[in-house]
């Protein structure tokens, strides 16, 4: 009896060991997953199949190791750790802090698995709870991956405003690497959108931190600058930054750099193979401009076999790129989301709308389906498709004079377009002018808006007013377009002449 007794007390006293160096360790992690989260997954890897954690150390331990490896640049193919913390904080009232983070952390991991739908709405849910919490450290994680989110589908006006709330959190951090981090990224998204005036002042902005950062942040500033130096005739100074920016951290906006350079100094065959290696980018608009630019010079030189395979490539890229599109549904998400924290309604109701929206693409796509393959339609049914379609031109015609609308009038206020205004009239022009939407593929965001907005005879004042410009700069774009588009030469009046009767057509 004796040794029994003493048996059980060894097991309680190895039990309450084994618990309290499991609260020292996840303190120790947490205090240092913001900072230090390399060190952080290494400390927390020998535990990953522990079976004797309580539930709350288990929870715990999922969203901190999870969060160790997002914030080391690592990632996991399984979301069962952080599911099951993001299940037990949920049940857990009380603790924003946690939840929201453990949301956000899955919706990373739903994000790489191209669940998009449920992982922004996962972020969106961490970006609302952690609204009132003073927490800089995640709220620039939190801001950053939102920003990059809409960077990925082409939303640049929310993408600026979450990186500008990035930035703000990492200045309240103190912490250089973050801020030039996220200044890099400001950067970029005004070189997507050709403002060039906005790269170079944000690319100086992080210029003092130069010396104290390094690796691929380092790396993305130099690139940065050598965009802006190129932009300015500086090929050389530019080179030189591309050159150190590669010996750091190779990108692939860098190397397409210095293809473009390679290029200016008439070196066709490097230029060629940085083409080459570039197809294989994960930028769609990098790969897509590096195959262009491949077959063009495989078709100067007569290499038909080579321009047939690479187009047959280029083919397949574009085909994944629709198969995955999914912005216009991650920008009305966001939106949708955003209109319901107003109304301060809850969530599920937003997962209601959803499924609604999924049930109802799924059913349009069967009735497609069923459509496509019936062969002896009836005149009835012929007629009644018809009269569906001749429903649906009225009802754009309806909803584009609405839009066009609301355009004129915020121009008129000196108001910059919306982004579900400018969506809705891209989509609605392309759903009237199919042969438009081919025609712009090769135009940036900026110069799609500008075409758009000339076409249904918008002035270049208000053209400016919506889109941050000068009328000056909206002038020197339609010029430029008259000849990128449709290899003309003249004025921005013969423009504007070209692409309304190429869009009466």
């Known amino acids: 009896m004796k040794r029994i007794l003493l048996a059980l007390v060894a097991l309680v006293i190895a039990g309450c060991s084994h618990r309290q160096s499991h609260n020292e360790l996840l303190c120790r992690a947490e205090q240092m997953v913001f900072n230090r989260p390399d060190s952080v997954v290494r400390m927390l890897f020998p535990y990953y199949n522990d079976t004797t954690m309580t539930a709350v150390d288990r929870a715990l331990y999922g969203l901190l190791y999870t969060e160790a490896l997002h914030r080391s640049g690592l ?66 994680y939190l801001y950053s991956v939102l920003g990059d989110v809409n960077d990925n589908v082409g939303n640049y006006a929310l993408t600026l405003s979450y990186y500008k709330q990035a930035l703000n959190a990492a200045r309240k951090c103190r912490n250089k690497q973050w801020t030039v981090q996220t200044l890099n990224n400001i950067a970029m998204t005004f070189d997507m959108l050709g403002e060039k005036d906005s790269l170079r002042f944000y690319t100086e902005l992080a210029e003092p931190y130069y010396e104290d950062i390094d690796g691929e942040v380092r790396a993305t500033y130099l690139v940065n600058r050598a965009s802006y130096l190129l932009s300015t005739g500086q090929r050389q100074d530019a080179k030189r930054c591309l050159t150190e920016a590669r010996a750091i951290s190779p990108t692939d906006r860098g190397e397409k750099l210095l293809a473009d350079i390679y290029v200016a100094e008439g070196d066709m065959a490097a230029a060629a193979e940085q083409w080459y290696h570039l197809t294989g980018s994960f930028s769609p608009d990098i790969a897509i401009q590096s195959y262009r630019q491949l077959i063009a010079y495989m078709n100067s030189y007569g290499d038909l076999r080579g321009v047939g395979e690479f187009s047959q490539r280029l083919n397949g890229v574009y085909q994944r790129l629709y198969e995955r599109s999914d912005a216009a549904g991650v920008i009305a998400l966001q939106a949708q989301f955003d209109d319901q924290l107003k109304e301060r309604r809850h969530y599920r109701t937003a997962i209601a709308l959803l499924s609604a929206i999924l049930f109802v693409i799924l059913l349009s796509a069967i009735i497609f389906w069923v459509s496509r393959r019936r062969i002896n339609l009836t005149q009835a049914e012929l007629t009644q498709m018809r009269r569906k379609n001749e429903r649906e031109l009225r009802e754009n015609s309806r909803q584009m004079k609405d839009v066009v609308s609301r355009l004129h009038s915020a121009a008129g206020k000196g108001m910059v377009a919306s982004a579900d205004d400018m969506n809705a009239l891209a989509q609605l022009t392309f759903a009237m002018r199919p042969g438009l939407r081919k025609l712009m593929s090769q135009l940036s965001v900026k110069e799609q808006q500008v075409c758009l907005l000339t076409a249904h005879s918008f002035l270049p004042t208000e053209i400016a007013n919506l889109t941050i410009s000068t009328p000056q700069a909206i002038t020197n774009t339609r010029v430029r377009l008259l000849k990128k588009l449709f290899n003309e030469t003249g004025g921005a009046k013969d423009f504007d002449i070209v692409i309304k009767e190429y869009f009466s057509r």
């Not at 449920?118 to 969106?124: H, I, P, R």
């Open 75 to 140: 990632s996991t193919s399984s979301d069962s750790l952080i599911r099951a913390s993001r299940n037990y904080y949920e049940q857990r009232h009380g603790d924003d802090e946690h939840l929201s983070r453990a949301l956000l952390h899955h919706g990373i991991v739903l994000y790489r698995q191209h669940q998009t739908h449920d992982a922004v709405l996962a972020m969106k849910r961490a970006e609302q709870l952690s609204g009132d919490l003073d927490l800089p450290a995640f709220k620039w």
